[in-house]
């Protein structure tokens, strides 16, 4: 326990801290008086604040015992000397030898003495770190454990009150937050550009009281609102007899997080020592967040992170600041959140404009909602819930991976026009919609879409597809909470074959797994999912859900033509025993008296390298092969999609693979086994037309990507640009890329 002496004087110290922030003026004067009062209080001979003036640079704003004129012109990278180690680390430094530590840096132009001892101490807001307090002295000895934890109280109500803008004056460092333009470099989820206004999906809990009139008070409103909390959570749990284990079990830590003892004293600690309830949950908030960055254990993050969601509803508890804030969703709204699951995407429907993730991966079921229905997605914008405010105007650009919050008008300018080029170009495409896709040579590719929701077979008339080449079944118990049930399953896979009017719909079975985790269903702690249990591997440890499925497939089709593909097929035999399955539900249905399939096709995704080379009577008995090219790509190159570090480092027209897939359809043609291509790059206008010229006769694709696609084969000669490709590849160039985009902008079409 703090001692008492000292939570007393921390109380004074915050008292004087509010008396100071009660006094107005301009924000530096505020900044001048607070460092004053700190060095005082803590009777050290320098006191500084230092803040950010961009993500790598920090500034000194205001310094006591430092010369007057090295504010806002002291500045010092993020790393650099123990001030920026302070900051990049995130952790409280405090030394009694500053000048011995490794990466001291002296700056003469402070006029600073040769002080001994140091103390650092990050000014951070929910793990987002906003500059650095230090306190120095001529004596050689380290802060104790008390004074720094005032240093840390007192750096937890400067952090709020730089949120609340109270030291907004001129430069860089000290501007006001949420109102300059920002850009947030992420990942590409979804192609397109949209503009809008920002609608956050968990508005972010504003503390405007961090200092507390009365600790007693406070006290008793933070063991009110946890006595409240913990109900909830109780109440939580006695509702979930029926979810899932693992539902269970994160509720079961959210309780024991709740009726934490060593959680609840640190809180009431920050309260003794002068902080309002909401601050001191919101402290302890930023120091598990700023662990949780830290942090390399898997466990250990999730832990951290079940904390944080129990203190924003702790936070909602005190502050009354629900997420329905009464705000009106804009017109124009781009979603912007920290992360979010398919059920409450699928709620907003297809009003976004575009959605902007923290977190997320280019395979998530929020990536694969936002493809089907063209919205342009951007993850990994890191801390962008941070800084966005509900209705900030934001550019996405799905293309780039990039956001602008707060966008200046020259930026808002070029972004226009990109959106008017790409309005035009989509005129051009709707003229060609009806068209069939035949090359200047006379080949014709057959082009189909993907799809996994009821709400994606309009595009199939819009789009121009001749049919579905890949229906993701998945999504159906992705968005659930419970498994769904046959007779669910067989209305909408019929609803899905009504919409598609006689159009031939390839059905994928339920492939989870890796990044797809079924929140009802266990998850197993694998160091590699994308290439451990997952797809058809589940689909035959669990026979019973595959054979409801297949039988909700087989009633769907109610005497109509049914196309049936198992996913991630590695080994022939694999493909067997999902087939026997297959036959095993159609001969039971046949007993029960219901209508069969006037036709049966049954298929087999190649997304293994292993599979290209099976047997021939594999590729002679299977009914058809979709290449999926998003797996089969990260296991050819070793590669793993989700890891932004190598998956743009390998190339889809390196002549390695596609001599691959030239194998692979030598093998297909010579058994007389119908191909398709299915993934990302069959979208992608040159890898497309690349795919088309070795031969793929079939190409599947998300609905936008049809017209741009069907344009550009339109117009060219698929036989002389096979000519180009066996040309660049008997060179011996590693990429018949180059060789490619030469020819295309000879034949006008690449500027």
């Not at 705000?327 to 059920?343: F, H, K, S, T």
Request: charged share 25%.
């Amino acid at each position: 326990m703090v001692d008492r002496l000292v939570e007393s004087e921390s109380r004074k110290l915050l008292g004087r801290l509010s008396a100071v922030m009660a006094e107005g003026g301009a924000g530096q004067a505020r900044l001048d008086r607070i460092v004053g009062l700190i060095a005082s209080s803590m009777k050290t001979e320098v006191c500084s604040i230092y803040l950010f003036r961009d993500a790598e640079t920090l500034e000194l704003c205001a310094t006591e015992g430092l010369k007057a004129e090295s504010v806002h012109q002291t500045r010092m990278r993020l790393g650099e000397g123990l001030v920026g180690r302070t900051a990049r680390t995130r952790q409280v430094v405090n030394t009694a030898n500053a000048p011995g530590e490794p990466g001291f840096r002296y700056m003469p132009e402070t006029g600073e003495e040769r002080y001994s001892s140091f103390c650092g101490v990050p000014i951070q807001r929910l793990g987002e770190p906003l500059g650095v307090l230090v306190v120095q002295s001529k004596n050689a000895r380290e802060f104790t454990t008390d004074e720094v934890y005032a240093l840390e109280v007192v750096a937890m109500v400067l952090a709020e009150m730089t949120e609340l803008g109270a030291f907004v004056d001129t430069g860089a460092a000290l501007s006001a937050r949420h109102q300059q333009a920002v850009m947030f470099k992420g990942t590409s989820g979804q192609e397109g550009a949209a503009e809008g206004h920002v609608w956050l999906h968990e508005p972010r809990v504003v503390v405007t009281n961090p200092i507390a009139d009365d600790p007693a008070i406070e006290l008793e409103r933070l063991r009110h609102a946890v006595d409240k909390l913990r109900v909830t959570v109780d109440e939580l749990l006695s509702g979930a007899t029926s979810a899932h284990p693992d539902q269970v079990q994160v509720l079961e830590t959210y309780r024991m997080f709740a009726n934490s003892r060593s959680w609840m004293r640190r809180m009431e600690e920050d309260i003794e020592s002068g902080l309002s309830a909401e601050a001191a949950v919101e402290k302890e908030q930023s120091l598990a967040r700023s662990r949780m960055n830290r942090s390399g254990d898997h466990y250990m993050r999730e832990r951290l992170s079940d904390l944080d969601d129990l203190s924003n509803r702790l936070l909602r508890i005190l502050t009354g600041q629900g997420r329905d804030t009464g705000a009106e969703l804009p017109d124009d709204p781009v979603l912007v959140a920290r992360n979010i699951g398919p059920g409450e995407l699928l709620e907003y429907g297809k009003k976004l404009r575009g959605i902007v993730l923290e977190e997320g991966s280019v395979g998530s079921h929020a990536a694969i909602v936002a493809r089907a229905w063209a919205i342009p997605l951007v993850i990994h914008a890191k801390n962008i819930t941070s800084e966005a405010l509900n209705g900030d105007v934001i550019l996405v650009d799905g293309d780039q991976g990039v956001a602008h919050l707060r966008p200046e008008e020259t930026v808002k300018t070029a972004f226009r026009d990109k959106i008017a080029m790409q309005a035009r170009a989509l005129e051009r495409y709707a003229s060609i919609r009806d068209m069939k896709a035949t090359a200047l040579c006379g080949t014709t590719i057959s082009l189909h879409m993907n799809a996994g929701l009821m709400a994606d077979l309009p595009s199939l008339e819009g789009s121009g597809a001749e049919g579905v080449g890949l229906f993701r079944t998945e999504l159906q118990f992705l968005i659930r909470n419970k498994m769904p049930k046959r007779a669910e399953l067989s209305a909408l896979y019929a609803r899905v074959m009504d919409a598609a009017d006689g159009k031939r719909v390839a059905f994928r079975t339920l492939d989870i797994g890796s990044d797809k985790v079924l929140s009802y269903m266990k998850p197993n702690d694998e160091p590699n999912p994308a290439m451990g249990w997952r797809a058809v591997r589940v689909g035959l440890d669990k026979p019973g859900v595959l054979r409801m499925q297949l039988q909700a497939l087989i009633r769907a089709s109610n005497g109509r033509p049914l196309s049936v593909m198992f996913p991630f097929i590695a080994l022939p035999a694999e493909f067997y025993a999902a087939r026997e399955e297959f036959e095993k539900a159609m001969e039971r249905e046949r007993i029960l008296g219901h209508p069969l399939p006037e036709t049966v096709e049954v298929g087999a995704m190649l997304e293994t390298p292993s599979l290209a080379w099976a047997p021939d009577q594999f590729f002679r008995e299977v009914d058809f092969l979709s290449v999926g090219g998003n797996d089969l790509k990260q296991f050819f190159f070793a590669a793993d999609r989700e890891n932004e570090r190598v998956r743009r480092r390998y190339d889809t027209l390196d002549v390695s693979f596609l001599g691959l897939l030239d194998h692979i359809l030598a093998r297909a043609t010579s058994a007389g086994t119908p191909i398709s291509f299915c993934g990302e790059d069959a979208g992608r206008p040159m890898e497309a037309l690349c795919l088309a010229a070795l031969g793929f006769p079939m190409l599947s694709m998300r609905p936008a990507s049809v017209g741009p696609v069907k344009h550009l084969i339109r117009h060219c000669n698929l036989k002389a640009l096979r000519g180009v490709i066996h040309e660049a590849r008997d060179s011996g160039v590693a990429s018949v890329r180059p060789a490619v985009t030469k020819w295309l902008t000879s034949q006008g079409w690449l500027m």
